[in-house]
């Protein structure tokens, strides 16, 4: 009758020495190259610390309903016309002062509780004299991210458009598009640049110079811009009608780079040291069996009888 | 059986009372000012007594078997004030003692002694907002350590934190002091401070284990009541207002950035550029806040501006108002001005004066303007005339005891974007600096006007020489190099920014010229016409930098040599088929070069040092001191402490693990 073999176990050796011996010091150094190699392959191997790491999220947008309009007129009555949101700035145009009609609409589409599009509608009122041949719009948002740190800023849209031909309407549909020039952080509030963008109590001319607004707000590590390929600069202007500016934008989901945490950082960098460490446990393992088995360290090998729980006892 | 109640009165105001009661039949009080020495109260005996001295007077007021005296002081606090002649006196200024004694027929019966101790008033001497005090940044300051410190440089009374109050003037009114917020010490110890465990009753009983040991200026209020250099806007809905008043700053003295003001409550105006260079007629002017625009006007929409001569400048010192001294001046060169100056027939109409330049110059002091000197230059001009002016607004402050001293590049070191000092000792003529060309127009050296080369800009300009066909060589070289010459007319170059020009050995630096060729030595027979060889039309000035330390924290830079060099072009006239008797155009140029010099040379790499990067992280994705990157500065994500703490967790899990594992229990065998 043909024998099988039906269960197997392993039997358990052991081998012993003193503290200080060869073998405890084989060990010793046994264990070390199992360890510490696993480290050094995986960190040179790059991407050990995952140094940016990235998430979707879409921001939660507020127009703050501050306008700063300037059109250029021309050709024949080379002026201009301002107004803005701002007292301070209106009491400065004087009788460059034209008040539009401004009506704004912020949209929810997909009903999750963030508004996803602004509607922009300013009809600047003109004479028949007059040719709108470029406009400078800044619009203001409060801009807020939850997901990782809780960002808090108040950004702008800036919109300029020229044509050589005067206007009737200007169209714009564009993406209010996040501007990173550092991560941000992995957790806390971020405050930093929950600034106006205009000093609109400011009673000097100074304070109201695009130039100076624009690089105000480009010193900011994070920024929002107005990103529209195709404003449409539209002719034809009825003699009495007005200029109007037509805007859609659109508050879309952003990809934001960030500094992971540090249980995410050591997340990664455990999973890929262990996979690392495995190989080289079994390999140490089989030359620990050859070494011990040769007796290459002098060692005296006991066979261990099962007796079962014999430390435990000793120690109660 | 005549009482004083109470017996002993300690004086610190002007007038005190007190309540004689017994049998008042008949009492008459009197005063008498006792010369005692200090700190020994006399035992009150019935001396000269009088009821009036020259200081002090005795008022008896009779009510019901109660006489109720009071004592006065009869000059006044005033006097306090008028007879010291520093603001402030901390000794007190009088100090006396009194004794009023009750006498019933010529025996005293009753003694009622009165310590005067009379500080001079501070809220009377002082004008309360002349040393406001200066109050912190409150993002980085604990709020108001000490609100009711009002007064700057003095001691406020019952303002028991005021650290100007000497410790025997603070015990005068120690029992009481200011509390709340407006007075006193806000800033308390809050909940969790250990040391405030101690003092505050109905502690939590876990409060010895956990509370912050911190000091007491690290408070929960830090910044409570900051909201940022500009509030963000809160509610999201249109607000305008068309006009607002003008708010007006003046009343307490003019701060930096503060609008200035008319005696009218108007701002004072001065056109300024904004918006996308739009100029702003009706802008106000900030204190010390220079400016120096162009405005461009169509002349037919000109209006002339009113109010320059008539604008009453408020002031707090000075009694008030500043008037603009106004200087005027003709315009000379009006093209410079007006473009399109097609004057029309002169049909008899009075010609109309615009102002073309304005010139404020603004002396201050601490916080006053103290004088308004205004050049205003004028052109007359028709008063049809058509076209564009120009105009030029400059305002500029300074300080009210600078003279007419020569504007520094810096102290010590250059400032970047400050003109190079320059200097020549042979002509006494006032170069003060080294010139680059602005050319202007069609670019042609004679309508070239001159810019002044700035510490630390590199720079690059140059303008066209007319040069005909039959041009003589030797006159041409000799027109570019004295072309080229004009630029750099200095001998000397100041090596800091405050090199004084009466003293060329106070770091004066020659500047080292490699002259161009002799402009007579041709080295072809140029026999032939249109052409010329070893034209120098480029000068390049070279000027060394360094680093020559720092003053408090900034760094200082000095120039160490400035070099100037020609180089030649060879021209070629430039003509097509037929050659005609016109101008050709000879580019001439300049630049400047500033080179840094490291303060000390660095060692040349080895290339074993370039090709070794294991240890240099700006090259090296993974280099060694990356190696545990969460717990080195590089990783900026979070606090270092925490990661810290973070990574002893993790640790003590690993060595709970190994602990627990194979080679301790084997160990164990061991043993048994």
């Not at chain 1, 700063?68 to 002062?97: H, I, K, Y």
């Not at chain 1, 405050?191 to 109590?201: E, W």
């Not at chain 2, 007359?380 to 001293?405: C, D, P």
């Not at chain 2, 690059?460 to 072309?483: H, P």
Request: aromatic letters at 10%.
């Amino acid at each position: 009758m043909a024998l099988y073999e039906l269960f197997s176990h392993p039997v358990e050796r052991s081998y012993r020495a003193g503290l200080c011996s060869k073998a405890a010091l084989f060990l010793l150094l046994a264990a070390a190259l199992t360890y510490i190699p696993p480290l050094l392959v995986a960190f040179r191997s790059h991407g050990f610390w995952l140094k940016r790491s990235s998430y979707e999220e879409q921001p939660t947008v507020r127009f703050q309903h501050q306008v700063l309009l300037v059109a250029l007129l021309g050709p024949e009555s080379d002026g201009f016309l301002a107004w803005s949101t701002f007292p301070a700035f209106n009491r400065l145009q004087g009788d460059r002062l034209r008040v539009p009609l401004v009506s704004t609409r912020e949209e929810d589409r997909n009903q999750d509780g963030k508004t996803d599009m602004l509607h922009f509608k300013l009809e600047l009122p003109l004479q028949s004299t007059e040719h709108v041949l470029g406009v400078q719009l800044i619009l203001t948002f409060s801009y807020r991210l939850h997901r990782m740190a809780t960002l808090v800023m108040q950004s702008m849209a800036f919109l300029q458009s020229s044509f050589p031909v005067p206007g009737s309407q200007l169209y714009v549909n564009g993406d209010l598009r996040l501007q990173q020039k550092q991560p941000l952080s992995c957790g806390g509030l971020d405050a930093r640049y929950n600034i106006s963008v205009i000093n609109g109590t400011s009673p000097f001319a100074y304070d109201y110079d695009l130039t100076h607004i624009v690089a105000a707000y480009q010193e900011r590590n994070v920024t929002t811009v107005l990103n529209d390929p195709n404003p449409i600069w539209l002719v034809g202007r009825a003699a009495d009608a007005p200029f109007v500016i037509n805007a859609i934008i659109r508050y879309p989901v952003e990809v934001i780079s960030y500094q992971p945490g540090f249980w995410e950082m050591v997340k990664f960098a455990w999973v890929q040291y262990v996979s690392i460490l495995l190989i080289f446990l079994w390999v140490f393992e089989r030359i620990k069996i050859f070494v011990f088995q040769n007796q290459v360290v002098t060692t005296i090998p006991v066979t261990v009888t099962p007796r079962g729980d014999l430390c435990k006892e000793h120690l109660s | 059986d005549l009482a004083f109640i109470p017996p002993f009165i300690r004086m610190s105001g002007p007038a005190v009372s007190a309540s004689l009661v017994g049998d008042t039949e008949g009492v008459t009080v009197s005063l008498a000012v006792l010369q005692d020495e200090a700190g020994i109260l006399p035992i009150p005996t019935c001396g000269v007594l009088n009821n009036e001295t020259e200081d002090w007077s005795v008022t008896v007021i009779p009510g019901a078997k109660v006489l109720e005296v009071t004592v006065r002081w009869k000059r006044g606090l005033d006097w306090c004030s008028s007879n010291e002649t520093d603001s402030f006196s901390e000794s007190p200024c009088i100090l006396q003692t009194l004794l009023v004694s009750a006498s019933h027929n010529s025996s005293c019966s009753a003694h009622l002694l009165i310590q005067v101790e009379i500080y001079a008033n501070s809220s009377l001497t002082h004008n309360a907002s002349e040393n406001v005090t200066v109050i912190p940044n409150q993002v980085y300051q604990p709020l108001g350590p000490c609100p009711c410190n009002l007064t700057a440089g003095a001691c406020d009374v019952r303002c028991c934190c005021d650290q100007e109050c000497s410790s025997n003037l603070t015990t005068l009114f120690r029992r009481s002091c200011f509390t709340g917020v407006f007075g006193g010490d806000v800033n308390p110890p809050f909940d969790q401070l250990c040391s405030a465990g101690t003092t505050t009753r109905g502690v939590p009983d876990w409060f010895p284990f956990l509370c912050v040991q911190s000091p007491l200026a690290n408070t929960p209020f830090l910044g409570y009541f900051y909201h940022g250099a500009v509030s963000p806007k809160q509610d999201s809905s249109f607000e305008v207002y068309v006009d607002t008043d003008a708010k007006d700053f003046a009343d307490f003295g003019y701060k930096q950035g503060d609008p200035i003001m008319t005696v009218k409550k108007a701002y004072f105006t001065i056109p300024q550029v904004s918006l996308a260079g739009q100029c702003m007629q009706n802008a106000p002017v900030a204190f010390l806040h220079n400016f120096d625009v162009k405005c461009v006007t169509n002349l037919e929409l000109y209006q002339e501006r009113d109010g320059i001569i008539n604008a009453k400048i408020k002031n707090v010192a000075l009694g008030g108002i500043v008037t603009p001294k106004v200087i005027y001046e003709e315009a000379t060169d009006l093209d410079k001005f007006i473009t399109n100056t097609e004057t029309p027939l002169n049909n008899g109409s009075t010609p109309r004066i615009v102002n073309v330049e304005e010139h404020y110059i603004f002396k201050w002091n601490n916080n006053t303007i103290s004088e308004i000197n205004v050049k205003i230059f004028r052109a007359e001009i028709n008063a049809h005339q058509k076209g564009i002016m120009t105009q030029r607004f400059v305002v500029k402050f300074l300080s009210y005891n600078s003279g007419n001293e020569e504007e520094l590049s810096g102290n010590p070191g250059y400032q970047l974007g400050k003109p190079v000092r320059a200097l020549n000792i042979n002509r006494m003529n006032n170069v003060t600096t080294l010139h680059l060309w602005q050319s202007a127009g069609r670019g042609l050296c004679t309508s070239a006007t001159f810019k002044p080369i700035l510490f630390g800009e590199n720079v690059l300009s140059g303008c066209l020489l007319e040069v005909g066909i039959n041009e003589n060589c030797t006159q041409l070289r000799e027109n570019a190099v004295e072309r080229l010459d004009s630029l750099i007319q200095a001998t000397h170059v100041a090596m800091r920014g405050n090199s004084d020009y009466a003293d060329l050995s106070d770091g004066w630096l020659e500047i080292i010229r490699v002259d161009a060729p002799d402009p007579g030595a041709d080295p072809l027979a140029s026999s032939v016409n249109g052409m010329c060889l070893d034209i120098p039309a480029h000068l390049s000035i070279r000027i060394l930098i360094s680093d020559a330390g720092a003053v408090e924290g900034i760094t200082q830079q000095e120039i160490l040599g400035v070099e100037t060099r020609f180089s030649s072009v060879n021209w070629q006239y430039q003509c097509g088929l037929t050659c005609e008797h016109k101008a050709d155009l000879l580019p001439i140029s300049a630049s400047v070069q500033f080179i840094k010099i490291p303060a000390q040379l660095p060692h040349p790499l080895t290339r074993f040092q370039i090709n070794y990067t294991e240890y240099d992280c700006n090259r090296n994705e993974v280099c060694w001191p990356q190696l545990l990157y969460p717990w080195t500065q590089y990783y900026q994500g979070e606090l270092h402490s925490q990661c810290v703490a973070k990574g002893l967790l993790l640790l003590l899990f690993l060595t709970l693990a190994l602990f627990l594992s194979n080679p301790w229990t084997r160990i164990c065998k061991a043993y048994s």
